[in-house]
C-alpha cells in the first residue's frame, strides 16, 4: 500500500514537471512568434505613410470605379471580367473593402497589406511546425526568413500586389487544413483544403501549384502513391487546369504575352536565367529593382551568361537526385520552389521583365525551409558544439541585416519618383522608368523635369511614343502649344490608336490655336472610337460654340448631358449657344443648371438673361 501511493505521488511529480516544461514550450512559441512578428511591423513600418504609386496602383485603386462600391452591378462585374491581364475577383473585393472603409486614404491600404503579411507568417510558422512534426527552431527560421527577406517588400509595400499576400493566405491556410486530414484521416478538412484553394485561385492564378505540393508533402512524410491518394487530388488538378487556361487567356486580351516578341528558344534561355536570378537574389539580396528588364547586348542579342545559366537548373536537379532519399527536407524545399515558381519564369514570356520579385513570395518558402534544416540539422553534426553561440549568433546578424535591407527598401516604395529615380540609377537604360518618372513630373507639376527625362529617354528609344505624349503634355502646360502638337503628331505616327492623344491635340487646337476644324476632326476620330464618351461630346460643343456653329454645338453638348446630367461644362456650352440664337429662356435654365454644378458663371450675366427672357426678346419663347 505505501508503495502505491508513493508511485502516485511521483506520477503526480512527473506530471506536474511535464505541465511546466509544455508551459515553458508555449512561453517560448509565443516569446518567438511575438519577435518575429515585432521585428516585422518595424521593418515595414515605414510603407503606412507610403504613396500610390504609378505602377498598377492608377488602374487597380484610384481610378478603378468597380471598387466604389459593394452594388450588386460592380460585383458581377469585378467576378465577370479581367483585370490588367489577370483574373482576381478576391483581389478586387478586397480593395473595395478598403475603398468604403477608406477611402483613398493611403494608411488604410498600406496597414491592410501589413496585417496580412502577418498573417502569412504566422501561417506559415504554424505549417512549418506541423510539417516537420513540432521542429519549432525550424519553423522559427522558416518564418522569421520569410518575414523580414528584402525580396518580399514589393509584395507588401505596393498596394497593387495585394494577391501575392492574399493567395498566399488562402494557400497556406489549404495546405494546413491537407496536413490535418493526413493527421487525422477526415474527409471534411480535404473539402476545406478546395474551398481554400479555390479562394486563393480567385486571388492570384499563380496558386495553381498547390496540388503538385499536395504531392511534396506526401512524399515528405513518407506516404506512397496510389490509386487513392492521386484520386483525391484529382479535383485539385482539374480546378488548376481551368484556372490556368483562364490565365493565359486573361493575359493574352491584354496583349501581355510575349509582348517583348521573343523567339521560343530564348524564351527558354531566360525561363533558366530567372531561376538564376532568384537563387542569387535568395542568398545576396542588394540591387533590387522594381523592373528586371529582358538583359540583350548591344546587338539586341542574348548575353553570354544568359546561354549559361541552364547548369543551374541542371545543378539542381543533381543535387534532388543526391537527397531524394537521405535528406528529404532538402529535395522537398528545392521542389517546392521549382513547383512554386514555374508558372512565372517566363518559358512563356508575359509582360516585360525576365523577373519580379513578387514572384518569389511563395516560392521562397521551400529554400528558406532549406535553410532551416541546415541550421537545425545539418550544420550541428559538422561543426563541434563549441561553435553553436558563433552559428546562431551569425544566423541573428544574417536576419538583423535583411530586416535593415526590407526597411530599407521600403523608402524606395515611399511614392513613385522615389522608386522609378531608384530603377534609373541601378538601371540607366530603363526607357520605361523615364516613361513613369516623366508621367509623375507632370503630374506634380514639375514640368521642365518632364521634358528633361523624355528628352533622355527619347535618346535611348527614338520611337517610343509615350515618351512624345509626356512631354507633350509638358508644353502643353507650359503654353508651348505648336511643340506641344509636334510631338502629339509625332505619337500618333507611331501609334494612331492612342486615342488620348486626339482629345490633348484637339484641344490644343480649339482653346490655344484658335483652330477648330482641326480640334473637330481630332474629337470626331476620337468619338469614332468613342461615341459614348460625355467629355469628348462636351469638348466637340465648344469647338462648334467657338466656331459660331451654334445648332452642331447644342447637339454635342445636349448629347452629353443626356450621357451625364452633372457635366457642368456642356450645360454652360448650351446656356451659351442658345444665348447666341437668342434664346433666353433656354440660356436662363442651363445656364442655372450649371451653376448649381459647380461652374462659375457671373450672377449678372443669368440676372441679364432672365430680364431679356421677362421681357419676351427672346427669338424662341416658350410655348405655353
Given amino acids: 500500500m505505501a508503495s502505491e501511493k508513493k508511485s502516485s505521488k511521483q506520477r503526480k511529480i512527473i506530471k506536474k514537471q511535464a505541465g511546466k516544461t509544455q508551459q515553458s514550450h508555449n512561453s517560448f512559441e509565443l516569446f518567438g512568434l511575438f519577435a518575429i512578428l515585432l521585428t516585422t511591423v518595424i521593418a515595414y513600418w515605414p510603407t503606412i505613410h507610403n504613396d500610390f504609386v504609378n505602377w498598377d496602383d492608377i488602374i487597380y485603386v484610384m481610378n478603378n470605379e468597380m471598387i466604389t462600391s459593394f452594388s450588386q452591378a460592380h460585383i458581377a462585374k469585378i467576378f465577370s471580367s479581367f483585370w490588367m491581364g489577370n483574373y482576381h475577383p478576391f483581389t478586387l473585393m478586397s480593395f473595395a473593402l478598403d475603398y468604403n472603409l477608406f477611402q483613398l486614404d493611403r494608411p488604410g491600404y498600406h496597414a491592410h497589406n501589413l496585417i496580412l503579411h502577418l498573417v502569412n507568417i504566422i501561417l506559415i510558422y504554424y505549417f512549418c511546425r506541423l510539417l516537420f512534426k513540432k521542429?519549432?527552431?525550424?519553423?522559427?527560421?522558416?518564418?522569421?526568413?520569410?518575414?523580414?527577406?528584402?525580396?518580399?517588400?514589393?509584395?507588401?509595400?505596393?498596394?497593387?500586389?495585394?494577391?501575392?499576400?492574399?493567395?498566399?493566405?488562402?494557400?497556406?491556410?489549404?495546405?494546413?487544413?491537407?496536413?490535418?486530414?493526413?493527421?487525422?484521416?477526415?474527409?471534411?478538412?480535404?473539402?476545406?483544403s478546395m474551398l481554400l484553394f479555390l479562394a486563393s485561385l480567385l486571388s492570384k492564378a499563380q496558386a495553381v501549384t498547390l496540388p503538385l505540393v499536395f504531392f511534396l508533402v506526401d512524399y515528405l512524410w513518407g506516404r506512397k502513391i496510389t490509386f487513392k491518394t492521386i484520386l483525391e487530388k484529382v479535383p485539385f488538378l482539374a480546378v488548376s487546369l481551368v484556372f490556368g487556361i483562364i490565365a493565359i487567356i486573361a493575359q493574352k486580351a491584354d496583349n501581355s504575352v510575349n509582348s517583348v516578341g521573343l523567339p521560343l528558344v530564348s524564351s527558354l534561355f531566360y525561363g533558366n536565367y530567372s531561376i538564376c536570378l532568384y537563387m542569387f537574389k535568395l542568398v545576396i539580396p542588394v540591387n533590387l529593382i522594381c523592373?528586371?528588364?529582358?538583359?540583350?547586348?548591344?546587338?539586341?542579342?542574348?548575353?553570354?551568361?544568359?546561354?549559361?545559366?541552364?547548369?543551374?537548373?541542371?545543378?539542381?536537379?543533381?543535387?534532388?537526385?543526391?537527397?531524394?532519399?537521405?535528406?528529404?527536407?532538402?529535395?522537398?524545399?528545392?521542389?517546392?520552389?521549382?513547383?512554386?515558381?514555374?508558372?512565372?519564369?517566363?518559358?512563356?514570356?508575359?509582360?516585360?521583365?525576365?523577373?519580379?520579385?513578387?514572384?518569389?513570395?511563395?516560392?521562397?518558402?521551400?529554400?528558406?525551409?532549406?535553410?532551416?534544416?541546415?541550421?537545425?540539422?545539418?550544420?550541428?553534426?559538422?561543426?563541434?558544439?563549441?561553435?553553436?553561440?558563433?552559428?546562431?549568433?551569425?544566423?541573428?546578424?544574417?536576419?538583423?541585416?535583411?530586416?535593415?535591407?526590407?526597411?530599407?527598401?521600403?523608402?524606395?516604395?515611399?511614392?513613385?519618383?522615389?522608386?522609378?529615380?531608384?530603377?534609373?540609377?541601378k538601371n540607366p537604360r530603363s526607357v520605361s522608368a523615364y516613361v513613369n518618372r516623366s508621367y509623375m513630373y507632370n503630374h506634380t507639376n514639375q514640368f521642365d523635369k518632364a521634358v528633361t527625362d523624355c528628352n533622355e529617354g527619347l535618346k535611348l528609344d527614338p520611337r517610343n511614343y509615350r515618351l512624345f505624349a509626356n512631354r507633350g503634355i509638358a508644353y502643353r502646360n507650359?503654353?508651348?502649344?505648336?511643340?506641344?502638337?509636334?510631338?502629339?503628331?509625332?505619337?500618333?505616327?507611331?501609334?494612331?490608336?492612342?486615342?488620348?492623344?486626339?482629345?490633348?491635340?484637339g484641344t490644343i487646337y480649339t482653346d490655344n490655336l484658335s483652330e477648330y476644324d482641326k480640334g473637330i476632326t481630332d474629337f470626331r476620330i476620337f468619338l469614332g472610337h468613342d461615341p459614348s464618351n460625355p467629355e469628348i461630346n462636351a469638348n466637340m460643343g465648344v469647338a462648334y460654340l467657338k466656331k459660331g456653329v451654334f445648332d452642331s454645338s447644342l447637339v454635342y453638348s445636349l448629347k452629353a448631358i443626356s450621357l451625364n446630367p452633372q457635366n457642368a461644362t456642356a450645360n454652360y456650352v448650351c446656356a451659351l449657344a442658345y444665348e447666341r440664337k437668342q434664346d433666353y429662356p433656354r440660356a436662363l435654365a442651363y445656364g442655372n443648371q450649371a451653376k448649381s454644378l459647380g461652374f462659375a458663371i457671373d450672377d449678372a450675366v443669368l440676372r441679364s438673361w432672365q430680364q431679356k427672357a421677362e421681357s419676351g426678346t427672346s427669338k424662341n419663347p416658350p410655348k405655353k
Fill in 291 to 425: 523592373l528586371y528588364e529582358y538583359p540583350f547586348t548591344a546587338s539586341g542579342q542574348l548575353p553570354f551568361y544568359v546561354y549559361l545559366s541552364p547548369l543551374v537548373l541542371l545543378l539542381m536537379g543533381i543535387v534532388i537526385w543526391k537527397t531524394w532519399k537521405k535528406y528529404p527536407p532538402v529535395c522537398f524545399g528545392l521542389l517546392f520552389f521549382i513547383f512554386a515558381i514555374f508558372p512565372v519564369l517566363q518559358f512563356l514570356p508575359v509582360g516585360q521583365a525576365v523577373a519580379a520579385e513578387r514572384y518569389t513570395y511563395i516560392p521562397y518558402i521551400g529554400l528558406f525551409i532549406i535553410a532551416g534544416f541546415l541550421f537545425t540539422d545539418i550544420i550541428p553534426k559538422v561543426l563541434p558544439q563549441k561553435y553553436k553561440i558563433t552559428v546562431i549568433i551569425a544566423g541573428l546578424l544574417i536576419l538583423l541585416l535583411f530586416a535593415v535591407g526590407s526597411w530599407n527598401r521600403t523608402q524606395v516604395w515611399k511614392d513613385s519618383i522615389a522608386l522609378w529615380t531608384d530603377v534609373m540609377e
Fill in 135 to 192: 521542429n519549432l527552431t525550424l519553423a522559427f527560421i522558416t518564418a522569421a526568413l520569410f518575414a523580414v527577406h528584402p525580396m518580399h517588400v514589393e509584395s507588401v509595400a505596393w498596394v497593387s500586389e495585394r494577391k501575392d499576400l492574399l493567395y498566399t493566405m488562402y494557400f497556406l491556410a489549404a495546405l494546413i487544413s491537407y496536413l490535418f486530414y493526413l493527421k487525422r484521416n477526415k474527409p471534411g478538412y480535404i473539402l476545406l
Fill in 478 to 505: 507650359t503654353g508651348r502649344y505648336k511643340m506641344a502638337v509636334d510631338d502629339y503628331d509625332k505619337v500618333l505616327q507611331l501609334n494612331p490608336k492612342n486615342w488620348e492623344t486626339y482629345t490633348d491635340r
